[in-house]
């Protein structure tokens, strides 16, 4: 299984195209947002450190990130599957980070413009005991009962950070900083694959499946 990055704006699809690879394969998820809701969850000290970045819409700084992401893949799941990173790197600084401790096979970028991701934003919801993710403006992906995952009948939420004002700042601080990264991995050749995601699901998810030749 390839070692790959799925990178992207806020809303492009990375947990969702995740979500997908999971069921047929043990390659391991690593979201850095994920990671940090966790925390948050928890009153963990990175927990408290990150959030009120992510409720601002700015990066976490990378001192924080770069520790948090080498302890994941330093472990033994990670060792015997390989990961998708999804949501890092997201900074030059957490590119080169990333290349001193593990070797990269595949950068997947999500291609998607801003105008067809605000509604993505606001209609998702996701499962807070699995991590299934919703969205209640597109058929394919609405729960079966409205507010309740399809697999734990609980709750379904909906992310502080997914609301327009704080959308917006993501999007911003996305294209401030993602150029630096897509530029230094479109410098190693053959490294970068672009999907289109704008897609349906199906689409996308099949576009990754030929990529990573799963
Ligand atoms: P993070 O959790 O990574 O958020 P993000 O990058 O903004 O991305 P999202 O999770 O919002 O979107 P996604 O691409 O996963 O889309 P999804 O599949 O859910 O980061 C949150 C915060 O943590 C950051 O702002 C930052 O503060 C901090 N942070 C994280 N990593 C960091 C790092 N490396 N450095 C510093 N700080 C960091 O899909 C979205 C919706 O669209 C869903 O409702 C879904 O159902 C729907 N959807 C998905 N695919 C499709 C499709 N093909 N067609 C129609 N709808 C679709
Ligand atoms: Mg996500």
């Excluded at 299984?1 to 995740?18: E, R």
């Excluded at 509604?119 to 009962?145: A, F, H, M, Q, V």
């Excluded at 050749?189 to 990754?208: H, P, S």
Aim: glycine share 8%; proline share 4%; with cysteine.
């Amino acid at each position: 299984m390839p070692n790959f990055v799925l990178f992207g704006a806020p809303g492009a699809g990375k947990g969702t195209l995740a979500g997908k690879i999971k069921q047929f394969s043990p390659v391991v998820h690593v979201s850095t947002g994920d990671l940090f809701r966790a925390n948050i969850k928890n009153q963990t000290p990175i927990g408290k450190e990150a959030k009120n970045y992510i409720d601002n819409g700015q990066l976490v700084p990378d001192s924080v990130v770069i520790g948090m992401v080498k302890d994941r893949i330093a472990q033994d799941d990670v060792k015997e599957h390989g990961f998708m990173l999804d949501g890092f790197p997201r900074t030059l600084e957490q590119a080169k980070s990333l290349d001193e401790i593990a070797q990269l096979d595949v950068v997947v970028v999500l291609d998607i413009k801003k105008e067809d991701l605000k509604k993505r934003i606001l209609g998702r919801w996701s499962c807070p005991d699995c991590g299934k993710i919703y969205n209640i403006y597109n058929e394919e992906l609405t729960p079966k009962t409205e507010g309740k995952c399809d697999d734990c009948k609980v709750d379904l939420t909906h992310r502080s950070d997914d609301n327009e004002e704080t959308f917006q700042k993501r999007w911003d601080t996305y294209i401030s900083q993602s150029a630096a990264v897509i530029d230094y991995y479109g410098q190693k050749e053959g490294l970068v694959e672009k999907i289109d995601a704008t897609k349906t699901m199906a689409f996308t998810e099949a576009d990754l499946r030929k990529i990573l030749k799963l």
